[in-house]
Structures are given as structure tokens and as C-alpha cells.
């Protein structure tokens, strides 16, 4: 497997791998990794579509892609996937996958007509005292000395950050900028997370600093990512034959370790509470997803907090790593990632309104309608003086193809869950949701008269507490996630965001699809590179953009010098085209 990072190979339909036509593969988890497997076994390796199972515990497509629920019960969304134009393994894998609301044309079609009809953009980044817009909200307002703190952390080498927390790493005095507000809030960072994961982030999304006050640089799809992403995907993949069998935990993988090869040779699982399995033959492939963010993911209502589920039981995806991690320290070190839930959890709610009331308080906010078929607040708008460090959403409406007219969707989440609130007296995670849509009024402006009975009678409040939501971002060091492909191995690959790939960011669609692509063309020898990772850290032109962003569009000190050493070169033209001097 090579990477390319010209679009040489692009477009390319290489002929597909000798020997594949008759391989088969058992998929472990039918996310957006199993699924991009299955399509990249199809469309790149040859596979045959029957030959390829996706084994799923839950009786849904998609993982963290989600999106259910009704009109009357509520609506149902964990998060909200945000896409950028960089995602290249991303579009990739959907130019391929029919749109089911464009006749003739792909997903990817779809999306960039969605977002060339109406671009995203933020009218309200951040707010404070009760539903004002933050006065500095057009500066990142860093200071000298955080600005050289995160030139110095993208640097870093990660071996020398293994381990590390962000507050190691980056003052108070960062952590105090709106820069550190924007970035935390839109990517859910928190100081005891990784320090090396937000090094990655830093240099893989240093692009996204010219649009973090305003989110012009997202990309969105037309619904919620489950109808819009996993639907077309799961559609097109049975359409093939691909066989999915929902209600089956594997439990284990057994895998040949002696000798320089690793070879996965039989898997376990439990379907409808009987426990069963195969034998992987010699030409079979095994790809599994490797942890979970959404495992446990617990509902409340509008009347009962969601309960925190903390347990990892023989069925839980969390455990089956364990069992394929304790047969050889190539299988990474799964209880870095999930053994401290205090630290990887935190909750989020959807409101589905009942009236006008609350859409008018949005249209009142953001300055756009809500039933304007457009986008409301292009990505998170967050309350810089909430307790829980609140974010909401209103994404182009309506986000559920079944949405009644009238009816709008918001998603809420809170960093902090575990904190009371400033008008409910309670921790996030112990709230109902009328409670959780209080705390959100509140912070919105609403007279203290009116809160009480707007929560209750003009919305209906889902909860969901997810205790892994952000395991992924946990302090770690090299070897705790094993390689897309573990050394030797020769047929068992690893897919999602507790897979290893160099210099991508989890917590992505873009993550999940690049595992699924590496892993893919690893073990059936496909000849088309996969494409790199964007470069923007690479490229000066965009180096000179954020650092003029950084500073919010300050000129550089003492540029008589700066000009006189860079006078008559390409460098003192570029300077002077983005304004650094």
C-alpha cells in the first residue's frame, strides 16, 4: 500500500488483484469502516459481493452515523458529523454510491451541489450573558506566547508527547483565548486529552483556522448523516449482495501468532443468545472495528435522565479488542482508551420543538429563519460562560426527511456534564430532558417567566449519555492503537478510529473511511495509491494565511527588516499577497 498526493490515480480503475474474485471477508461492525471495507472490496480488490458478510451487534447500519426517531416521540441524533473539502478517502468512497435523492448521480454529487447551493457559513460563532454574541468573537485573541505554544507543539515529535495531556503542553494563557474556545467546542477537546492527538489536529485541519469564527470552511450533507451518508451506502452495498447480519457479537478472533506471520484463523460470536462462529479458511479476510465512541450510548426522555452505562460485558466491542489484544502487543492496549469513562463521556440531547416559540428565539439569535431550507448556524454556537460549556446546533432544516413542516430539530451538548448548571442546579448527566432545555433558554435569553413552560410544552428534549464518546482522544503512546495491518499480519486488518494511520485525526468520517481504504488495499495488493493525507502543514501559502489569522490579520512587527531580507523573492511577494507585512 503507497500513498499519492497528486490525483494521477485519482480516477483510475486498475485492473482488480489476481485471486480475489473468490476470497471472502467477514467485516466486524457495520459503521461507516465496515461499510467503506465491503465497498473498497467491491470497487477496487474484485471481490464478489456475496462473499462478503458484515457481522453487526445492533440492528442498525451506520454506528456513530445515526439519525431515528419521529415527530411525535422525538427525533434522535447523537452528534453531527462536520466534513471539509480535505477529506479525501471521504468523497472518494462516495463518487462511487448513489444518491437516493439525485437521480443519476452520486452522493458526492449530491453534497457538493448541497454546499454550492449554500455554503456554510455561521452568523453567531459564540455567545454570553444570556443569548449576546461574545463582543471579541471576530479574534482568536492569542497572545504572543500561546501563538509560539502551538507553533512549538506542532513540531513536537509525537514520541516525545507520548502520554501527554493538552494542559501539559499549552498554558493557561492559551487556554484562555477564543481560539482555544472555537477549537474545543467545534473538534471536543478537553485539557486531559491527548496532547499528541491535538498536535494532529493543529497540522492536519491548519486550513480550518481561517474559518474557525465563522465555519465558513465545513461542508454538510442535506440530512442527518445517517439518511444522507449511511442510508445510500448500506443501499448500495446490499444492492451488490453484500450480506448483512445484524444481532451477532463476535466475541473473539482467534489469530495465529507463531513464526513472523499473524493469521486470523476462527471468529466467535453470539447470535440470538446462542454462541456460534467460523473457521477463516486460507483465502478469507477479516477487517474488525476495534472499539467503539458510541458503545453504551444510553437514552433518556423528556422526563428521565439518560443513564450512564459504564459496563463492558463479554458482549461489548470493548472487551472483544481485549480478547484479540491480550494474543499479541501488535493489538494495541485497548484499556488506555476505555478504562477511565470519567474522562471520555459526556452528553448530548436533541430538541424537537412542539411550536414556534423556540424557532423564533433561533430566527431571533442567528438572523436566519429556520424553514428557510438553509443553513441556521453553519456548525456550533457555543455559551462561553455555561457551566456545562453548552454548544448547540440547527442544521439546514428539515434534518429528518419525515419532519412535518413546522417542526425544527436542535442538538445540544455540554463538555462538562458532570457540573451544575447555572439555572438547573444540576449536573448535565443527571438532568431530564425539559431540564437540559431549560439550561439551553436560559443561556438563550429568555425571560425567567417564560422558561419553566417553553421547556415544557414547546419542545420535546431526547438525552444521551455516551460514555466513550471520546475515548479516542485519551493521553496515549505509541503501540496502545495497533496498525491498520499489525506487522505479519496477513489477513486481519483493523478498521475506525482506534486503528493506527499516520498523521490523519480521529474522530472523523474521514478517519473511518481512510482505515477501511489502507486496510483494504493492504491485504489484497490494489495497485492505486491511496490518497495522502491533505498537506495544508506542507504548504506555505496556507502557513502564511493562518499565521495572519493567528494574529487576527495584524501585520508583522518591524517588516522594514523582514523586508529588506526577502526583498526582490518570491517569499516578500507572497508576505505582501496575505498581508503579513
Known sequence: MRYAHSNFEAFVRPPAPQGNKNRCAWIVGAGLGGMAAAAFLIRDAGLTPSNITLLEASEADGGALDGAGNARTGWLIRGGREMEEQFQCLWDLFRSVPSLEMPGASVLDEVWQVNRDDPSTSPVRALHKRGQPLPDRDSLTLTGKARREIVALILTDEEALAGKTIADVLSDEFMRSNFWLFWRSMFAFETWHSAIEMKRYLARF?????????????????????????????????????????????TNVVVATGGEQKRA?????????????????????????????????????????????????????????????????????????????????????????????????????????????????????????????????????????????GQMVAWLYGLFSDVPGDYVKKPMQDCTGEEITREWLFHMGVPADQIDDMAATGALTRPCMMPFITAQFMPRAPGDRP???????????????????????????????????????????????????????????????????????????????????????????????????
Not at 213 to 222: A, C, R, V
Request: hydrophobic share 40%.
Open 483 to 581: 496498525k491498520v495491518v499489525p506487522e505479519g499480519s496477513v489477513n486481519l486488518a483493523f478498521l475506525g478510529q482506534f486503528a493506527e494511520t499516520p498523521r490523519d485525526t480521529v474522530f472523523t468520517t474521514e478517519y473511518s473511511v481512510r482505515t477501511a481504504m489502507e486496510a483494504v488495499y493492504t491485504l489484497c495488493g490494489v495497485e492505486r495509491a491511496v490518497p495522502e493525507v491533505s498537506g495544508g502543514i506542507f504548504d506555505i501559502r496556507m502557513l502564511l494565511q493562518a499565521a495572519l489569522e493567528l494574529r487576527d490579520g495584524k501585520k508583522v512587527p518591524a517588516a522594514g527588516l523582514l523586508h529588506r531580507l526577502t526583498e526582490g523573492t518570491e517569499i516578500d511577494d507572497l508576505l505582501k499577497q496575505y498581508g503579513l507585512i
Open 265 to 405: 484463523t476462527r471468529l466467535h460470536w453470539v447470535e440470538n443468545g446462542s454462541a456460534a462462529g467460523v473457521d477463516v479458511g486460507p483465502d478469507a479476510l477479516v477487517f474488525v472495528t476495534n472499539g467503539s465512541m458510541v458503545e453504551n450510548s444510553r437514552w433518556g426522555d423528556q422526563h428521565t435522565p439518560a443513564p450512564i452505562d459504564t459496563t463492558i460485558g463479554e458482549g461489548s466491542i470493548w472487551q472483544l479488542w481485549r480478547n484479540i489484544a491480550a494474543q499479541s502487543p501488535a493489538f494495541g492496549r485497548p484499556d488506555v482508551f476505555c478504562s477511565d469513562t470519567q474522562k471520555s463521556r459526556w452528553l448530548s440531547a436533541t430538541v424537537t420543538t412542539l411550536d414556534a416559540r423556540i424557532p423564533a428565539l433561533v430566527e431571533r439569535i442567528t438572523g436566519r429563519d429556520p424553514f428557510s431550507g438553509r443553513i441556521i448556524t453553519g456548525g456550533p454556537v457555543t455559551i462561553q460562560d455555561s457551566a456545562w460549556l453548552m454548544s448547540w446546533v440547527v442544521s439546514r432544516q428539515p434534518h429528518f426527511k419525515g419532519q412535518p413542516q
Open 206 to 250: 491548519v486550513h480550518q483556522i481561517l474559518g474557525l469564527k465563522d465555519l465558513h470552511t465545513l461542508k454538510f450533507t442535506k440530512y442527518n448523516q445517517q439518511e444522507s451518508l449511511s442510508r445510500p451506502l448500506a443501499t448500495w452495498l446490499a444492492a451488490q449482495g453484500v450480506v448483512f447480519r445484524h444481532g451477532v457479537r463476535v
